[in-house]
């Protein structure tokens, strides 16, 4: 079978993740945008909210039928005494889409709920890293085509990644399967350069990341497989997706993201980009079990058990150092 290009979905993708980085951004920049608490007390902002519904309404002009997977819905903003949030998240859409109307963007919003397996869907995750955004930290935009349950591309903005090569800040990462993964300035989207994992292969040499939030991935879990394979150096804790742009442009080599509670799914919005980036980056991604993160099963990453993210040299290396401190 001739091969499919995806050269329309990837411009779309990386485009539909800049212009949300923009609202983030912005609303970032202004004090007190208001925070809600969601029913699982995780918090969800304007931003989370605009960045949805914008990304929401291109795909479905863009791509009319596809339906969308996204982390967000809008029941919290139809409450009559969060008008005011509302308010505020129109005017910021309105920033990008000046004739947005209150019932527009709620629909636009509810585009993305969507949450069964479909032969071609998108997934979104509208800002990864709520709390990192909150704190002013990493965060990301996270954008993924799901084809036959494959990723095949892939966006992930990280609007506050900086680089030891330049002033620049904020970094847009993508990957189509089979094409390589890129990365370019949010500031010029289209100078995508070629991004490829670490070729370390000394494990003790290794750098590796993992979540700010000690509920979201075990510290001394972590802390003990780092001292089986002999590094020293702390890990180096940072919100979101942008863990898995870090390993795909090799300035670390390990994400571990393991389990807290034994209860605990994994959503495909929280990896399908990332985990595409650093594959296409020459980069290997399974679960703790080292088994491949399978998302063909809907919203949700049933089959699968925490995350082991690699430059691909350590994988196997890593995968039975985590097996082996597996309680
Ligand atoms: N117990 C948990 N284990 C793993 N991930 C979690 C847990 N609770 C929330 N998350 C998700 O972790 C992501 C942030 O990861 P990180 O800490 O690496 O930045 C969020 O998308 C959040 O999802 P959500 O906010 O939808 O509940
Ligand atoms: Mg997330
Ligand atoms: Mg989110
Ligand atoms: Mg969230």
Redesign the pocket.
């Given at each position: 079978m001739p091969h499919r290009s995806y050269s329309e979905e990837l411009r779309f993708a990386i485009d539909a993740v800049v212009e949300a980085s923009k609202i983030c951004r912005h609303i970032q920049s202004t004090e007190g945008f208001a925070e809600l608490s969601?029913n699982?007390k995780?918090p969800v902002t304007v931003a989370d909210f605009g960045s949805q519904a914008v990304v929401c309404k291109a795909i479905q002009e863009a791509f009319p039928g596809d339906p969308i997977i996204a982390?967000e819905d809008s029941a919290a903003l139809r409450l009559p005494d969060q008008i005011s949030v509302l308010e505020r998240v129109v005017k910021e859409v309105k920033t990008i889409i000046p004739a947005a109307s209150s019932d527009e963007v709620l629909s636009w919003i509810d585009q993305g709920v969507s949450r069964d397996a479909a032969p071609r869907t998108w997934t979104l995750?509208p800002i990864?890293?709520?709390?990192?955004f909150l704190r002013k930290e990493q965060y990301a935009v996270a954008l993924a085509l799901l084809v036959d349950g494959q990723v095949q591309v892939a966006a992930l903005a990280c609007p506050n990644l900086d680089t030891a090569e330049s002033d620049e800040v904020g970094f847009v990462f993508s990957a189509v399967r089979g094409e390589g993964a890129f990365v370019a300035p949010i500031s010029n989207p289209n100078d995508r350069q070629p991004i490829s994992t670490s070729d370390c292969t000394v494990a003790s040499q290794a750098r590796f990341c993992e979540?700010?939030?000690s509920?979201?991935?075990d510290h001394s879990w972590s802390s003990d497989i780092a001292n089986a394979l002999g590094i020293s150096r702390d890990s180096v804790r940072l919100?979101?997706q942008a863990?898995y742009a870090v390993v795909g442009r090799g300035e670390a080599e390990i994400y571990l993201?393991l389990?807290?509670?034994p209860g605990?799914i994994?959503?495909i919005w929280?990896h399908a980009a990332g985990c595409l980036v650093i594959e296409e980056a020459g980069g290997k991604v399974t679960d703790i079990h080292g088994y491949p993160l399978d998302f063909s099963k809907g919203a949700l990453l049933a089959e699968n058990q925490g995350v082991i993210a690699t430059n691909g040299t350590l994988h196997d290396e890593v995968v039975a150092a985590v097996k082996k401190f597996n309680n």
């Open positions: 969601k699982d995780s982390e995750d990864d890293g709520t709390k990192g979540s700010v939030e509920g979201h991935s919100d979101s863990k993201r389990p807290t509670k605990y994994e959503k929280d």
